[in-house]
């Protein structure tokens, strides 16, 4: 494609060169740059792109989009400047696969949690009245029934543009995608044509990155700016923020505030969820496999969200009740004692909270919560965690996560700082595996034993290494013969 149509619609300044070239692909990593490419030098938060500005032109690139002019390139290559350079690249990533999202229905969700079981719940709508859809999100990215790996929940715009244009060509009419704040923040989904945004909730998390709740919040609203209608929790204290925010129509949900779409005699048993709907003046029982008021509002969101798409409320209530629930979250695994585990992906206070909560619900013995924080990642929530599981559980045990480059046994300490004020006995086990043979050893009839944080991940992240660890096996393991 030719430099100059690539740059369409973003601002820039020629600091060398003409842009009447033709190149062939764009490249925001030098480690992988080919002959022919334009190489965009990020700022990053690690190091700075420009740095490799030199080496690119080395490697053949022939041209550079940049912040302000690398060293070593003077009369070289085509040199433009921009004043963000994360930002040009989501555009020009968006001309180079000629704007794919707006050859589909785009469906954008953000929301601290909640973001992938709504995309799942929407895609079983979907499937139930045959359309095919592409998913773009935390466990993996589909394209119908074909699975795709992911490492982030939200890619880089221009592995984004390229999924998307990939969807095109295979002929996906609607995508559901989990939008991230750090891809709102970081430019990641710029240049994307949102037929609906939904918000299912704002609570903390990613203070590591974002340092105010204030912050974090005007990064999620970004998604009701840019979204042609919006499907907004009104429950959540930002739901009226970012109805505020939206520029387009809004169809509101809630369970105990007035709103558009309304949930009433919420039922919860371990086996499922079963509410009252109100919509236009009529009323409907929907049922879900998922137990916990938190579920409720997954699905209200999902329901709101297909109204837009104009599909009927019989579809979509019978697509819901495909759902048989999402990898990872609130996965049951019962023994033939009497005691079950539950493995979820609650990595947040709030996400932590309802958890247990909904254990509570229906648990006839005690909670044994199996948890722990990740490294590298918000500390501020690891002794809030700490003290909301002691709250919530009879018998704690402070695990590991995902470590990453922090030393476990002082994420560990952190927990406990918060466990320490609660009545609740507790044990740290920085090892993972042992942790889940323990609480499993200790379960007696009625107990449930609560396993967050890691949900369908399948490893373990550690400074030196990353291993295989998966809470399903390890918990069947520990049931051993017992496992149902
Ligand atoms: C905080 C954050 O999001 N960081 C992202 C950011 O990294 P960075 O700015 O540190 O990158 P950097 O290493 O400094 O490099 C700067 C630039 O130099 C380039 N470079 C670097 C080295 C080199 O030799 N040559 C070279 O050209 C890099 O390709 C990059 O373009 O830009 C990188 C390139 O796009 C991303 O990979 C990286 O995601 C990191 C790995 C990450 O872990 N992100 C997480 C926190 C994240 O995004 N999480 C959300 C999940 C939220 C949720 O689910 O709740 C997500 O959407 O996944
Ligand atoms: N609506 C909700 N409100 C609060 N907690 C929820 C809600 N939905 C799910 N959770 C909890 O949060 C966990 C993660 O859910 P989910 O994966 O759907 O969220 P997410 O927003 O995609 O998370 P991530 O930011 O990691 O991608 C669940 O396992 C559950 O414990
Ligand atoms: N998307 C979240 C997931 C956290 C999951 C938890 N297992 C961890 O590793 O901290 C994050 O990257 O912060
Ligand atoms: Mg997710």
């Known amino acids: 494609m030719e430099l100059q149509k690539l740059l369409e619609g973003v601002s820039y300044k020629v600091l060398q060169g003409n842009l009447s070239i033709e190149v062939e692909k764009i490249e ?19 190091v700075d792109g420009h740095k490799f500005g030199a080496k690119a032109v080395e490697n053949g690139v022939v041209a550079l989009i940049c912040e302000h002019m690398p060293e070593g390139i003077d009369g070289k290559v085509p040199v433009v400047q921009v004043e963000n350079a994360r930002e040009a690249l989501a555009f020009m990533a968006v ?4 704007r794919p999202s707006e050859k589909m229905h785009v469906v954008g969700v953000t929301g601290t949690n909640g973001k992938t079981t709504t995309t799942y719940l929407i895609k079983s709508v979907l499937d139930h009245i045959g359309k095919k859809v592409g998913v773009i999100g935390t466990i993996e990215n589909r394209i119908g029934d074909k699975i795709l790996h992911t490492e982030r929940t939200t890619p880089e715009s221009k592995e984004l543009q390229e999924l998307l244009d990939t969807m095109v060509k295979e002929d996906v009419s609607h995508v559901v995608m989990e939008v991230s704040s750090h891809s709102l923040d970081l430019h990641r989904v710029d ?3 949102y037929e609906i945004g939904i918000f299912t909730n704002l ?52 369970v105990d505030n007035a709103a558009d779409l309304q949930a009433k005699d919420i039922e919860i048993t371990a086996e499922g969820t079963d509410f009252s ?15 916990g008021r938190f579920s409720v509002y997954n699905a209200l969101g999902a329901i709101g969200a297909c109204l837009l798409l104009e599909i009927p409320m019989e579809d979509i209530i019978t697509g819901l009740q495909e759902n048989h629930g999402v990898t990872g979250r609130f996965q049951a695994v019962r023994s033939k004692k009497g005691y079950q ?6 990595h947040t206070p709030d996400g932590l909270d309802n958890i247990l909560k909904t254990a509570r619900e229906f648990a006839k013995g005690r909670i044994i919560t199996i948890f722990g924080c990740g490294g590298d990642r918000d500390k501020t929530k690891r002794p809030i965690m700490g003290e909301i599981a002691g709250n919530g559980s009879d018998f704690c ?27 609740c006995p507790y044990e740290k086990v920085a090892d993972r595996g042992e942790a889940i043979l323990k609480g499993a050893k200790m379960a007696k009839a009625g107990d449930v034993i609560i396993i967050a944080g890691k949900g369908h991940e399948t490893y373990q992240i550690f400074k030196d290494c990353t291993i295989h660890f998966d809470d399903m096996e390890e918990i069947r393991k520990a049931f051993g013969e017992d496992c149902l």
């Open 397 to 423: 045990i402070i695990t590991s996560d995902n470590p990453r480059t922090e030393d476990p046994l002082t994420i560990l300490n952190e927990v406990e700082v918060g466990m320490k004020k609660t009545p």
């Open 95 to 98: 001309n180079y696969y000629n």
């Open 28 to 46: 925001y990593d030098s480690r992988k740059v080919l002959a022919g490419d334009v190489f965009v030098c990020v700022t990053g938060f690690q």
């Open 277 to 291: 709907l109100f919509w236009d003046e009529k009323e409907y029982h929907v049922h879900l496999s998922t137990p």
């Open 191 to 193: 240049g994307i044509s």
């Open 203 to 254: 609570t903390q998390d990613h203070l590591d990155y974002h340092k105010t709740m204030e912050n974090y919040k005007e990064a999620k609203s970004k998604l009701f700016q840019r979204a042609k209608k919006s499907v907004i929790n009104m429950d959540d204290a930002a739901g009226s923020f970012m109805k505020d925010k939206a520029t387009g129509q809004v169809l509101s949900f809630a």
């Open 341 to 346: 585990a539950v493995v979820d992906y609650a």
